[in-house]
């Protein structure tokens, strides 16, 4: 028999849990139920265990056995690491966000994919769902993302919808780095060190857990901000992984890209749909990397 944990870690979200506890309990696990032994793991990152008595009240009414963990040690770096601790007993861990839903049939699909490639750790995706009506394309395309083949192997992997050995896990102390715990990138920065280390991700795009983006998210401003962050983390977690040459990949492109942004900006503005931003998340992301030349790291998520 094999333990599967369901891990979410979350702060402040209380319907947004709720929302993906009750697609979680609607996961088709007839399949799974001679070899495979299901429970959640949720753990609150706040001062306060504030969702204590509401995940309580939920234990006898679930389909899955949930259990309940406060970390007051703030930041998702210390929550997703208290995470791996109370798995001790898992085979597996499913990473997924306190916003997200899942489908019914995505532990089917990431346990096929495991057992056909015997692979070390496998991720699904995360295609968008907006909570507002009217979204305009150009935001849409932002959320969009990356196409993967079945079976293909990943350097790199989020954990919105990864699938992993728990033992490998045991290796790394501790396995997200606290030094992006405000930043991101934690996730990209595990794996990475994974497939170096020799273990092997693979792409499961049947196995699904879609993202809810609420409407202050599907705003310009919004991606302004998350453009400038995805650069000036991802800069910052090659600093500390000594991948000084993606660096000087990034360091050399910077300054082509801010002028590209630029170049391009007004006529993507007036005459674009889809890509509508092209220009303005260029120059975002231009200046989250020369933030980071001086050493500067944005703490998104403080």
Known sequence: MNNISICICTRQRQNALLNLLNSIDKINSKSLKQNYKVE????????????KNVIDGLKDKSKFPIKYFHEKNPGLCYARNRAVKETFNSDFILFVDDDQQVKTDLLENLVKAQKEFNADAIYGQNPPIFDSKGVPVYIQEFFKPN??????????????????????LNTYNPPFDLR???????????????????????????????????????????????SFRNMNSLFYYHSISNQNYENKKLLIKAPFRLIAGFILSIPCLLLGNKNKLKGIILISESCGVMYGIIHGRYNFYK
């Open 40 to 51: 959640i793991i949720v753990i609150e990152n706040d001062n306060k265990p504030f969702l």
């Open 147 to 168: 196409k993967k083949e079945y079976g293909q192997i990943l350097k790199i992997a989020p954990t919105n919808c990864l699938y992993i050995r728990r033992a490998i």
């Open 180 to 226: 992006l715990n405000f930043v991101g990138c934690e996730d990209l920065m595990l794996t990475h060190q994974l497939s170096c280390d020799g273990y092997t991700i693979r792409s499961n795009p049947d196995a699904t857990a879609y993202e809810i983006i609420p409407k202050e998210r599907a705003t310009v401003k919004y991606i302004i901000k998350r």
